[in-house]
């Protein structure tokens, strides 16, 4: 092999700090949302749950994070495989733009039943 074969990818170090940013900040959002109902589940609770005394049951709080859970549990696999195959750079802008949009949506939900349709859809 001749040395002219040989491609070297040179990445300003600028660029390294620019990338880690935003992973970093996409990350950080996404744990933040991720535990934003356990944060405030009682006010949630009540909010969600009104002709209920005492707000949801607790089968029900429970729920939310168990269909978030699953969700996630089944989204991942399938978006590693498709990381391996295409641009991970595409796919991470996709995916934060679908889960910006759920995300914005699940917050204008008015009733349990809908929250808890629109909620798990978010890993």
């Not at 660029?15 to 992973?23: D, F, Q, T």
């Not at 589940?41 to 209920?52: A, I, K, R, V, Y």
């Not at 168990?66 to 549990?73: G, K, S």
Request: glycine letters at 6%.
């Amino acid at each position: 092999m001749d040395s002219k074969d040989i491609t070297v990818n040179i990445v300003s170090p600028r660029r390294k700090w620019i990338s880690l940013a935003i992973l970093f900040f996409a990350n950080l959002m996404n744990y933040m949302d991720r535990y934003t109902v356990s944060a405030i589940l009682t006010q949630f609770s009540e909010e969600m749950c009104p002709g209920d005394p005492g707000g949801c049951s607790t089968s029900k709080e429970g729920l939310i994070q168990t269909a978030f859970v699953v969700v996630y549990m089944a989204a991942a696999p399938i978006f590693g495989y498709l990381g391996d195959r295409y641009s991970r750079k595409y796919l991470m802008a996709l995916g934060v733009i679908i889960w910006a949009s759920l995300s914005l949506t699940a917050s204008f939900m008015p009733s349990y039943c809908t929250f808890s349709l629109s909620e798990p859809s978010l890993p």
